[in-house]
């Protein structure tokens, strides 16, 4: 059996984030010099920590270092010292001196050791425990004794500097002479009665890569249809897309996007929710690109962002600022009077105040009007394109019924849709129960079920359970079932920074959020009260934070995970069931399995949640047979 590396070795040169040269001399040291018991880990997501390796061995222990590709030839180092307080690193450079306290290693090991003991391995006994774990750092390019001797008063600080075989510093003269004993000594050791494969386990979710990790590597597939709505473009330029939940609407467009931008192309790519950007901004990349960067040189932004936008570049902040001043933030402004304003502003912009587009691409189509559609028209170049997407069963904000077919006309459409039914991210068992609830919950004519394209087959292990709580014990249970994937042995490839929580209600989330916090779990949200934080928190949510993921049923449409959970609270309207339905769709399928859990509150959808595989009372399981019976 080989050493277990992660991400694999064949997949190293393709990091979002690129090894440094000192990091690739390490990794190659520890490959080659390390027992194969040793497992290796680089840039692991540890609970809003990013470590540069973390080295497990289930019968010896675990080290984590830091790599510091330093040049003390360019900068001079020093340490201050201070009563009671941390030493502070300090650089001094062209006469001018500034602090590296945010970047002191030792402070980043101590803390890495520290949460590794405290959290990720909680079954380590006190005391002699700590012994189990290394905290080291490697400056490659360094001196050894120049970097030891520098950072001792931060060792003796810490309580580090008296157990130095568990807390290593070394330079190039250890990593050139291939001195183990010096960069790890630990790393000799046979076994160490401190550790065991059920410590190992507990630390593995914290260690293994991020599914969306692995993903980003990876190219986007599309089928011959899909493909061929990414490489060609109609004789108007006009295309209209729909298609079920998970049949690639939004890999379409994005891809499209990247594919314009190939040809030289301007594009703009809008959307209603804020979180949405980072999605499409995360699979355009993976689209093969011949020019440009998808990410800077393609405009993303949602619709009411463009919107401020356009009023600010063409001098007109003044009007902007006046229509909120006067009138509010209502709907009648943000969906009527806003549009109208930046319209009669683009029809009056004679000095090309306003950026104008080769092509306008929008996703998610059923939350917009078509005034906005119309709108947006107006900055497309002549002979341009205009794309728009939707499924309008998912249609949380109820706008979809003003697309009407005279309305569709107006907006420049002819001819039929280009359809796409086929739903490429669900597992099958995931997918019949999402046909299930859109069956019996969600109106006919706005109804498009997704098929799968196996229909017959189940190849991809899915869990999915249900758990009927009373509200009082919501806030506890969804913590419970969010952990629950990693404590009874559930999962195997996945981290914990795959799961994600989801709920209807901001004040709810943020209880959830909380309760995670009072057991360590760290958790990057959108739950803020305040409508200008959480705004913030929206354009900073994306997958690949090293956190657990936690937001609105609003904020993750479009989105995908494979680690789902989801509270459906005691009042569910009408308006409510679409909401869920997306919800219900957001699981990501994979030959390695996912997970999705309801904890549910609504008495009126227990006979739907009593049809699942696991399906659970408050405190008392119930089996598939005993709820037939």
């Given amino acids: 059996m080989g050493r277990v590396v992660s991400p694999p070795r064949n997949e190293l040169d393709k990091l979002r984030q690129p090894l440094t040269e000192g990091e690739k001399l390490v990794f190659d040291f520890f490959d080659e010099h390390l027992s194969v018991e040793w497992e290796i880990y680089l840039q692991p997501h540890m609970n809003g920590l990013r470590p540069d390796f973390v080295l497990l061995n289930p019968q010896v222990g675990m080290a984590v270092f830091e790599v510091k590709d330093w040049d003390f030839s360019a900068v001079n180092y020093s340490v201050e010292e201070r009563s009671g307080k941390a030493p502070v690193l300090l650089g001094e450079k062209d006469g001018k001196t500034f602090s590296k306290q945010s970047d002191n290693p030792i402070e980043k090991v101590y803390r890495y050791k520290n949460e590794l003991f405290s959290l990720y391995c909680p079954r380590l006994q006190r005391g002699n425990g700590f012994a189990a774990i290394t905290a080291g750092v490697i400056f490659p390019f360094a001196d050894d004794d120049s970097v030891k001797s520098l950072f001792l008063p931060s ?92 049949s690639g609407k939004s890999l379409v467009l994005a891809a499209r ?3 314009l931008l190939n040809q030289g192309k301007r594009v703009l790519v809008i959307t209603y929710n804020i979180t949405l950007l980072h999605y499409l901004m995360d699979i355009s990349v993976r689209w093969p690109k011949e020019r440009g960067n998808t990410r800077k040189d393609i405009t993303w932004l949602n619709f009411h962002s463009w919107c401020k936008r356009v009023c600010v570049n063409a001098d007109c902040e003044e009007e902007y600022k006046a ?57 497309c170049k002549p002979q341009g394109e205009m794309l728009l997407v939707a499924d309008t069963t998912q249609d949380i904000y109820e706008t979809a019924n003003s697309w009407t077919d005279e309305a569709m006309t107006g907006a420049g459409f002819s001819g039929d849709w280009s359809v796409l039914p086929v739903s490429y991210r669900m597992p099958k068992s995931a ?49 419970d079932e969010v952990l629950r994937f990693f404590s009874e042995g559930i999962t195997h490839d996945l981290a ?7 709920c ?57 995970s494979r680690l789902l959970v989801i509270y459906i609270g005691e009042s569910v309207s ?4 679409a909401l869920i339905y997306t ?47």
């Fill in 155 to 246: 060792l003796r600080y810490r309580g580090m500097a008296e157990f130095p075989k568990y807390n290593p510093i070394s330079g190039r003269q250890a990593l050139m002479g291939i001195d183990i004993k010096s960069v790890f000594p630990e790393g000799a050791r046979p076994h160490s009665k401190q550790m065991s494969p059920a410590l190992a386990d507990d630390l593995r979710y914290w260690l293994v890569e991020p599914d969306f990790s692995v993903a980003q590597r990876q190219p986007i597939e599309l089928d011959t249809h899909q493909r061929s709505l990414v490489t060609q473009r109609t004789k108007t330029g006009f295309r209209r897309i729909k298609g079920a939940a998970g």
């Fill in 257 to 259: 996007a990247a594919e």
């Fill in 323 to 379: 229509l909120f001043r006067d009138h509010g933030n209502g709907d009648d402004v943000l969906n009527h009077a806003l549009p109208s304003l930046v319209g009669t502003i683009i029809d009056d912009d004679d000095g090309a105040l306003v950026d104008r587009y080769d092509a306008v691409l929008v996703d998610e189509g059923q939350d917009f009007f078509p005034g906005w559609w119309n709108v947006l028209r107006k900055v």
């Fill in 431 to 479: 997918l019949d129960k999402a046909r299930e609830f859109a069956s019996h919950y969600l109106p006919d004519e706005k109804t498009t079920l997704p098929v799968n394209p196996q229909a017959a087959l189940e190849l991809e292990p899915c869990y999915l359970r249900w758990v009927q709580v009373d509200s009082g014990n919501a806030v506890e249970s969804c913590r």
């Fill in 496 to 502: 914990m920074t795959d799961s994600t929580f989801l």
């Fill in 504 to 560: 209807g209600s901001k004040s709810f989330g943020w209880d959830v959020v909380k309760a995670l916090g009072q057991k360590g779990i760290k958790s990057v949200h959108t739950y803020d009260e305040d409508d200008k934080e959480s705004r913030r928190q929206k354009m900073g949510f994306y997958m690949g934070d090293a956190r657990v993921k936690a937001t609105t049923l609003h904020s993750f449409k479009g989105w995908e």
């Fill in 574 to 577: 009408d308006k409510d069931l």
């Fill in 583 to 629: 919800g219900l769709t957001r699981l990501k399928r994979s030959v390695n399995g996912s997970c999705l859990t309801v904890v549910s509150s609504a008495s009126k959808l227990m006979d739907f949640g009593k049809s699942w595989p696991d399906f659970e009372m408050v405190g008392a399981r119930v089996s598939h047979a005993e709820i037939v019976l």
